[in-house]
């Protein structure tokens, strides 16, 4: 059962990539079409498409650390005042 749930993790990971960057890609074609803007408008979508893919992956990752029970990092230091 756990395999069934680690593949939709794997596909959400596909997606959570894949989407935004077609999906701002896509976008900025209709905005260039439909609008008469330049190539710069496509540049755009490209970068923010890729920023927002990069981000899911991050996000995407993370989660499937915790899935895979992975140790958390390290607690930060105690603080001079929270000594007892």
């Known amino acids: 059962m756990k395999n069934f749930s680690l593949l939709a993790w794997l596909t959400q ?29 496509l540049w755009v979508g490209i970068v923010v498409g890729a920023v927002s893919a990069v981000d899911g992956l991050r996000v995407s990752l993370k989660a499937l650390s915790r899935l895979a029970g992975e140790p958390k990092e390290d607690p930060p230091p105690v603080s001079f005042n929270d000594h007892q």
């Not at 077609?22 to 190539?39: C, D, K, P, S, T």
Request: proline share 3%; charged share 10%; hydrophobic share 65%.
């Open 13 to 41: 990971l596909g997606l959570s990539v894949a989407l935004p960057l077609a999906g701002f890609i896509l976008l900025a074609v209709w905005l260039r079409e439909r609008f008469g803007l330049g190539n710069w408008v």
